[in-house]
């Protein structure tokens, strides 16, 4: 930065460059047309999974991150944020010592994610102590804002919305008499399953499975023997994707329906494409592909002309909000924590307006839930689903 030049220039050289009339962000008075030097080489992190099994819906993510922040920093060339990196993996025994990570870069003022319901939980309380803010772009277990958290948001809907939505499908346009239902057992499986249930009244058989398992044996067995036509997964996509495969294998001819960790073209990638074909994924969000603005457009040509996946968008308009506060001059955690909580405005890819409860869920108007499916080996939008 250009003040780290004037400390070795001297008070001479400041002078020059002041009369000059050289831009700069000016340490000693705090004030330029891009904002006080204070405000330079923050960080907004992104914490969630960029390597393992879950990497593919973590990288959309962190892509969207990362696109809001190019985009300002190409706006802000004297007066930068940089873009600090978590890979949690999904994992959530690593998540706290990448919490403490965190917050012990005090330059790091802002947090997207985390990523998965598991890591949000154990990171938490560490987040709380330090006041980092923390919105997630997609951790959509309904009882991470009951923890009295001051500084956690949510940018979706949780799955309060996306559990009943998942299960009207099941009833309304599937109109499945037969349906069996597993989880993962992760925070985040097991709280999607048990709002399923509590739509479709009873099911024809349960299982648990857990993360990184391969066989599933076991559990085709059950659910083929139950005559289920409909199966419905909580968890992620690789775990799903095996179990699809190895239930078609074992001739189950039904439909899987699962939530948003499995809404992701690894899922298809995993299962094959003729196992994945018809498989029906919920989403509490829009579809990404058809983001508002020139977000799709932007973020092709960031990333190789790759389409954005699963709550791509929502991380864009979430870093937005941080640059938004940053340029405004919040640049303590404590006001920026601060704009986050009194934030109502529009973010310019999803059209959501972001305005949260005091409990930090999102304005429960905001919430729209997407049936997409897989068809010719690409997830595509099916329906919005219709509120209760």
């Known amino acids: 930065m250009r003040q780290k030049l004037a400390r070795v220039l001297g008070g001479v050289a400041i002078s020059a460059l002041v009369f000059s009339g050289t831009a700069a962000c000016k340490a000693d008075s705090g004030t330029e047309e891009g904002g006080s030097s204070a405000a ?42 940089n873009l600090e990196q978590y890979d949690s993996q999904g994992d959530p025994a690593k998540a706290p010592p990448l919490a403490q990570k965190a917050v012990g870069d005090t330059k790091v003022v802002g947090l997207v994610g985390p990523a998965f319901s598991g890591e949000s939980e154990v990171g938490g309380p560490i987040f709380d102590e330090a006041g980092l803010p923390v919105i997630t772009p997609s951790a959509t277990n309904p009882t991470l804002t009951t923890k009295g958290w001051k500084v956690y948001h949510r940018g979706v809907g949780n799955d309060t919305s996306q559990g009943p939505a998942a299960g009207r499908y099941i009833k309304n346009v599937l ?21 399923v249930k509590k739509v479709l009244g009873s099911v024809t058989g349960e299982d648990k499975i857990q993360v990184k398992q391969t066989n599933f044996s076991a559990v085709v067995t059950k659910i083929v023997g139950s005559g289920s036509t ?16 190895q239930l078609k294998g074992a001739g189950w001819k039904g439909t899987m329906v699962a939530g948003d960790g499995v809404n992701d073209a690894l899922f298809i990638k995993v299962a094959g494409q003729a196992v994945a074909e018809g ?42 909000i941080y640059l938004e506060g940053i340029k405004a001059g919040k640049v303590t955690r404590a006001d920026l924590l601060a704009f986050v909580k009194a934030y109502n405005k529009a973010g310019t890819a999803t059209g959501v307006t972001y305005k949260f409860e005091a409990s930090g869920e999102l304005d429960p108007a905001q919430v729209v839930v997407w049936a997409f499916k897989v068809n010719a080996g690409k997830v595509v939008p099916d329906i919005e689903i219709p509120k209760a």
Request: charged share 20%; net charge negative; glycine share 12%.
């Open 40 to 81: 330079c080489d923050l960080k907004i992190g992104f914490f969630g999974p960029l390597t393992g099994d879950a990497a593919g819906l973590g990288i959309h993510m962190r892509n969207g991150t990362k696109l809001a922040i190019d985009q300002y920093n190409k706006d802000n060339a004297d007066c930068k944020v």
């Open 175 to 195: 109109k499945a008499e037969k349906v069996y239902v597993v989880d993962d057992q992760s925070a985040y499986g097991t709280g999607l399953v048990g709002e």
């Open 279 to 320: 498989t029906v994924l919920t989403c509490p969000c829009a579809p990404a592909t058809a983001a508002k603005g020139t977000f799709v457009t932007d973020y092709k040509a960031a990333f190789e002309n790759a389409e954005p996946g699963t709550y791509a968008d929502v991380s864009y308009d979430i870093a937005k």
């Open 230 to 245: 409909v199966l419905f997964f909580g968890g992620y996509y690789t775990e799903a994707g095996l179990l699809l495969k």
